[in-house]
Nanobody, 124 residues
């Protein structure tokens, strides 16, 4: 059982930056691919970014509200932590952000373990 705890969310203004962290309880953290998802009010949970076990592979959403060029996913296996650096935040980035762990790399919601989320609110 992998326990995931997100932190770093908050209320920011458009154009600001935030770095989300997700700490994992599992000592074999490096065995898991990690992903970030978000769910805005009234919308379905959507994929944001994923990173492979050693950090060599990353993938970002291709959605219309693309985060490419603004968000960066990274991990520190020595600290059992995955990060999501979010720059130039936009109003549409407002959502609850969740990290997830899975033995296989995927960009679908089919992750085995999920955190409880951290809220990000972007104001104008």
């Amino acid at each position: 059982q992998v326990q995931l705890v997100e932190s770093g969310g908050g209320l920011v203004q458009a154009g600001d930056s935030l770095r989300l962290s997700c700490a994992a309880s599992e000592r074999t953290f490096s065995s898991y691919a990690m992903g970030w998802f978000r769910q805005a009010p009234g919308k379905e949970r959507e994929f944001v970014a994923a990173i492979g076990r050693r950090g060599g592979i990353t993938h970002y959403t291709d959605s219309a509200d693309s985060v490419k060029g603004r968000f960066t996913i990274s991990r520190d296996n020595a600290k059992n932590t995955v990060y999501l650096q979010m720059n130039n935040l936009k109003l549409e980035d407002t959502a609850d952000y969740y990290c997830a762990a899975n033995l296989e790399f995927t960009t679908t919601p089919n992750y085995k373990y999920w955190g409880h989320g951290t809220q990000v609110t972007v104001s104008s």
